[in-house]
């Protein structure tokens, strides 16, 4: 599985309930990591991250046929984390999420890379997203991406872990390095 095999698009209504699932069993691992609190406000995030399609578009990865991996992209200035951050004027990037049977075989990087391509297309200056402490493998990805930690952003929902803000400047249209 590579680049050329994942298939990636825009998710259809039909999708909501496969996202749903995948996403919570992709967060799962959370729950043995995180204290308690923390756990739970995640959970209750996702939740309501799920529920709520307002100015968000849900893309999805495909292979032979099956959704193995979604991600969302918030429009510029969405309501991203119900009132607990400052809307940023650029999209973000939010709800990575990859089917534990085929992680490391670059589906989250597509995802992420899918979602820069399509900001990009829309001409903002900057791409953005959250991600916290306990989530090492995510930071490690999305900074071999380019994304920069952006201290401004960050927050703490109230028995969460610190939520870190990250952006991506758009305007270097250098590709990537390979990771």
Do not use: K
Not at 47 to 53: K, N, Q, T, V, Y
């Amino acid at each position: 599985m590579n680049d050329e095999t994942i298939q990636l698009r825009t998710a259809r209504p039909s999708d909501r309930m496969t996202i749903a699932d995948l996403t919570m069993r992709a967060y799962a691992e959370y729950a043995r990591v995180m204290a308690p609190g923390a756990w739970t406000a995640l959970e209750e995030a996702l939740r309501r991250s799920l529920a709520d399609d307002v100015g968000v578009t849900r893309i999805v990865a495909e292979f032979d046929g099956r959704i193995i991996g979604s991600v969302a992209l918030y429009d510029p200035g969405a309501a991203q984390y119900t009132g607990l951050d400052s809307a940023g004027a650029w999209p973000e990037v939010r709800l990575v999420a990859v089917d534990p049977s085929v992680r490391g075989r670059g589906v989250a990087r597509a995802l992420v890379l899918e979602c820069e391509r399509r900001a990009r297309a829309a001409g903002a200056p900057t791409l953005g997203l959250h991600t916290s402490q306990s989530m090492h493998t995510a930071r490690r990805l999305y900074e071999r991406l380019g994304f920069l930690r952006d201290p401004d952003h960050d927050f703490q929902p109230p028995g969460g872990e610190l939520v870190e803000g990250y952006q991506l400047p758009l305007d270097d249209p250098a590709p990537h390095p390979e990771s």
